[in-house]
């Protein structure tokens, strides 16, 4: 028997407001202990999984930080499976997310439903009495664990079982008031915990049979396989009825069990029930002449308590509640009024991500005003040459300077003039291609990789990768100068070079510890993607038709949907670790590329494979901090923590392309993503124009000069924003650099 528990993280805790708010419910706060109860609950229930389960926790997207901050705090983060609701539609339609999912996974597996925000002192006792009523589960059983009672309590719906130990169930009860429930304790009732164990396969049954419409949005709304273990559900389960599980099957089903249990147990739903624990005390605090008082105030708030007994005293920084703690299940009345008359203290305040549109509006300010002006003064030498990298000094680095580095700047320049900047692009454009001449080029027309650091040659080697960056340097540069046909017939004798080169397949042969790679394949595809948009011969689209080919038969995987990065001399996988790296951001690049090539080609396999690749890097996004990471497996796993800056550039430029390729809720989760990938970008951004490159696991940065190659990405993501429909943005703001 394999158990899956499932943690439901719904409910607001109403009556523990303040502390208990939407923005942080009361399941993520230390309520008895130093704990939150969601941390509990966790720690009780993931030792069910055993070796083949799996935790899953169900929680709205609102609270995704919490999830993963707390359960990296317990060292559970990467055992467990979160599912992200869209919209709360109550416990039903959560409750039949992670059965689905379970029986997808497992169809033999049990679920264990529990409440995030229970508290249940013995971890040992619950997990016991769930592994006997497990064994009902088998035979087709949902059962509930039924406390036996301590007191008529008004607090907890009742159930009556038909006999003893683990027994149908013969009535559920709402909650009582006081007389009803010493009625129910006097008739052997038993408390409804809201634990219910009960195998995915019956329980999906019972959902097609009792609430088919809750079924069937959840089943439309599964991620799919490849999701990773935090995926969002799908639109589809906004159209779940808002129900209970307590209306939509127990209520209705046949197959209801009880099992009676006699640990401690308290849901926790007011401040009375918290100062029983004798743990609820939180924050600084003094007594004098005061009596079964529970205080809890935020860090820097200190209460005094005089001459008064049996209250809650609760501060929180806008709001503070005094309570009779014999009152305590009233507070939802007070929070009634609240809402009424002043609503701005229901929540707590909750800083707004930057959307896309300012985001971009902050973006076009920066390049024009600080990184523009910067590297093309400091950064570029007056014999034309650009600078590897400017230090924190705002100093260019003296250093040996790569071809592929002086061609990307000539393109950002270029570039940056067809936007409008007003700045000294011409000449920065011209003077770097009158050095890419006199200096890169060899004599047979082919490009150089590197000079030492006074214009020298250092190493003579024609890389593939170099060529195509020149290739596409010289198709941007044609603006700024005054002979462009010069520089198409130096991109054309580059390529026609190339091109007697080319194997058998359409592949190149690269230079280096890598010769067969798929990255100096996807610069060739922008280089005559380029060429053929501004006019280019024919060759330049055949080229190009021979590469896409190439990428989506070769590079990407057929099964897996992902792009890899190094082969054998067959053109199969290379052996070992070189063979299964996947890099994030290489994904979201060739993505960006093939929906170009697909509107050039109306090839809808381009456009599917495009959305393929952006889904599968978008694995490699970390959950907590969101970034994209530089490496990860084949299997979706990461290869580590470090971030550099270029995978975010291509994560933003892949999800705009791609958000113009799509329609309705699918265009509007890849312009999230877009948002999402600018807001990782500005994580790497400096006001004097300048960026950290090296993102580490801890969120710091190296301390290192800034890499001029970053430049060209930073400016193509830029170029992908300005020419994007974004709703955020008026009709007269555009995005220009003028």
């Not at 099957?249 to 401040?271: C, I, P, Q």
């Amino acid at each position: 028997m394999t158990i899956y528990p499932v943690i439901m993280c719904g409910g607001a805790g109403t009556r523990l407001w303040p502390s208990s708010r939407p923005a942080r419910p009361k399941q993520f706060i230390p309520l008895a202990g130093n704990r939150s109860l969601f941390q509990e609950t966790a720690e009780r229930v993931a030792p069910l999984a055993g070796k083949d389960g799996k935790l899953v926790v169900v929680a709205g997207v609102a609270h995704r930080e919490w999830l993963l901050d707390q359960l990296a705090e317990i060292g559970l983060k990467d055992r467990a499976q979160i599912l992200l609701e869209p919209e709360a539609r109550d416990s039903a339609a959560a409750m039949a997310a992670a059965a689905l999912w379970t029986k997808a996974r497992d169809p033999e597996a049990v679920n264990v439903f529990v409440a995030s925000d229970h508290h249940i002192p013995d971890h040992e006792a619950f997990r016991q009495a769930v592994i006997e009523a497990a064994r009902g589960a088998q035979e087709g059983r949902i059962v509930t664990l039924g406390v036996r009672p301590s007191e008529p309590s008004t607090a907890y719906g009742y159930i009556s079982p038909a006999g003893l130990g683990l027994s149908a169930v013969k009535a559920f009860r709402e909650k009582p008031d006081a007389d009803s429930a010493a009625e129910y304790i006097a008739a052997g009732y038993l408390w409804n915990s809201g634990n219910f164990i009960v195998s995915a396969a019956a329980f999906v049954e019972e959902l097609k049979a009792r609430a088919p419409a809750v079924e069937d949005a959840a089943r439309r709304a599964l991620p799919a396989a490849s999701s990773g273990h935090i995926a969002v559900l799908a639109e589809a389960f906004r159209e779940a009825p808002k129900i209970s599980i307590d209306y939509a099957v127990m209520e209705k089903t046949n197959r209801a069990s009880v099992l009676a249990v006699d640990f401690d147990w308290s849901d926790l739903g007011a401040w009375d029930s918290i100062a029983a624990t004798g743990e609820g005390e939180f924050g600084q605090h003094i007594y004098e002449d005061a009596d079964g008082c529970l205080v809890r105030a935020p860090e820097g708030v200190l209460v005094g308590v005089l001459g008064v007994s049996d209250l809650a005293i609760i501060a929180e920084r806008d709001a503070i509640l005094v309570c009779d703690l014999k009152r305590a299940q009233d507070v939802k009345r007070l929070v009634e009024r609240v809402k009424a008359g002043f609503p701005q203290h229901l929540d707590f305040e909750r800083p707004k991500p930057e959307g896309l549109g300012a985001g971009a509006r902050r973006f076009s300010d920066w390049l024009r005003c600080s990184a523009l002006p910067l590297w093309s003064t400091i950064g570029q030498a007056e014999d034309g040459g650009f600078a590897e990298a400017i230090g924190k000094e705002c100093r260019a680095v003296p250093s040996p300077r790569r071809a592929r580095v002086q061609a990307r700047q000539i393109w950002t320049y270029a570039e940056a003039g067809r936007l409008g900047w007003q700045g000294p692009w011409r000449r920065a454009v011209a003077d770097g291609v009158k050095r890419l001449r006199e200096a890169y080029l060899r004599p047979d027309g082919l490009c150089r990789t590197l000079l030492a650091a006074d214009g020298s040659a250092l190493d003579d080697t024609a890389m593939v990768y170099d060529q195509a960056f020149v290739m596409f340097a010289l198709q941007a540069a044609r603006s700024a100068v005054d002979a462009p046909q010069e520089l198409e017939a130096l991109a054309v004798a580059i390529r026609d070079q190339l091109i007697e080169r080319q194997l058998p397949n359409g592949a190149f042969v690269e230079g280096g510890d890598h010769p067969y790679q798929s990255n100096a394949h996807m610069h060739l595809l922008e280089a005559c993607l380029a060429w053929e948009e501004g006019g280019g011969d024919p060759t330049w689209g055949r080229l190009a038709d021979q590469l896409a080919s190439l990428a989506q038969t070769t590079f990407i995987d057929a099964e897996g949907g992902f792009l890899r990065e190094f082969f054998e001399e067959n053109w199969k996988p290379a052996a070992g670790e070189d063979g299964r790296l996947v890099e994030p951001g290489h994904q979201f690049e060739w993505a960006w590329l093939l929906v170009r090539y697909s509107r050039l080609r109306s090839d809808p396999n381009a456009l599917e494979a495009a959305r393929r690749l952006y889904a599968f890097g978008q694995l490699g996004v970390t959950e907590r901090s969101r970034v994209a990471l530089d490496a990860m497996n084949d299997d979706g796993r990461a290869r580590g923590e470090r971030a550099r800056l270029w995978p975010q550039t291509e994560w933003l430029k892949a999800a705009l392309i791609l958000a113009e390729a799509s329609t309705d809720s699918q265009r509007r989760r890849y312009l999230d993503g877009a948002a999402e990938a600018q807001r990782a970008l500005w994580q790497y951004l400096t006001p004097q124009g300048t960026w950290r490159d090296k993102r580490l696991p801890s969120g710091g940065f190296i301390d290192e000069a800034s890499p001029a190659s970053s430049f060209y990405h930073i400016m193509a993501a830029f170029s992908q924003l300005a020419v994007a429909d974004i709703e955020e943005l008026g009709a007269s703001d555009d995005l220009p650099l003028s």
